[in-house]
Antibody
Framework: EVQLVESGGGLIQPGGSLRLSCAAS????????MNWVRQAPGKGLEWISY????????YYADSVKGRFTTSRDNARRFVYLQMNNVRAEDTAIYYC???????????????????WGQGTLVTVSS | EIVLTQSPGTLSLSPGERATLSCRAS???????LVWYQQKLGQAPRLLIY???IRATGVPDRFSGSGSGTDFILTINRVEPEDFAVYYC??????????FGQGTKLEMK
């Protein structure tokens, strides 16, 4: 059974740092790209980061670029989100989600997030 | 940047009725890259439809997706009580890599 379990959330002061973790199990982790998606209280979904299986391609939303860093440890089956210089507007539930696509001849189609973790809440407040 | 606009913001229906949810893109989106998710209160999103019209594993056939270009539709035939939730469309693009619509809340009348 595919499982994604986020951890590391909590209360943090503006300007502080926090590292979120996403533990993956139940599937061959290495080939899969992973994403971080957040949801502010009562708001919609916001994609914030992508990392491919080999960590050779990493992308960020403009809202977190330069402050957040995504990495992964394939041996331990973890994805991380290092959050630096956090702001009140970073308050949200943070989800990790598995990225899957059907690829042929180097082109990928039908990209989607097929499994999501339950999320971890980050609250930025003084 | 492609912006996805979902309508209506809230849809009030009774069980058994048909739900039609719209997702309009500010620029053309390949059907291959248009996805729908369902999110129930207090839960993580769940993949419903990908490639604009392909139901994910385990999704009941009362859910269907259609559309192309800039206009996409999620239809729920004969809404069941467990279908009341928020629905999001998502697209894969260049910058940002992914974006979501703001969501449509399907509520019980």
């Amino acid at each position: 059974e595919v499982q994604l379990v986020e951890s590391g959330g909590g209360l943090i002061q503006p300007g502080g740092s926090l590292r979120l973790s996403c533990a993956a199990s139940g599937f061959n982790f290495n080939p899969y790209s992973m994403n971080w998606v957040r949801q502010a209280p009562g708001k919609g979904l916001e994609w914030i980061s992508y990392i491919d299986g080999s960590s050779s391609a990493i992308y960020y939303a403009d809202s977190v670029k330069g402050r957040f860093t995504t990495s992964r440890d394939n041996a331990r089956r973890f994805v991380y989100l290092q959050m630096n210089n956090v702001r009140a507007e970073d308050t949200a539930i943070y989800y990790c989600a598995r990225d899957i696509a059907d690829c042929a001849s180097g082109v990928c189609y039908e990209i989607r997030f097929d499994f999501w973790g339950q999320g971890t809440l980050v609250t930025v407040s003084s | 940047e492609i912006v996805l606009t979902q309508s209506p913001g809230t849809l009030s229906l009774s069980p058994g009725e048909r739900a039609t949810l719209s997702c309009r893109a500010s620029q053309s989106v390949s059907s291959s890259y248009l996805v729908w998710y369902q999110q129930k209160l207090g839960q993580a999103p769940r993949l419903l439809i990908y490639g604009a019209s392909i139901r994910a594993t385990g999704v009941p056939d009362r859910f269907s997706g259609s559309g192309s270009g800039t206009d996409f539709i999620l239809t729920i035939n004969r809404v069941e009580p467990e279908d009341f939730a928020v629905y999001y469309c998502q697209q894969y693009g260049s910058s940002p890599r992914y974006s979501f619509g703001q969501g449509t809340k399907l509520e019980m009348k």
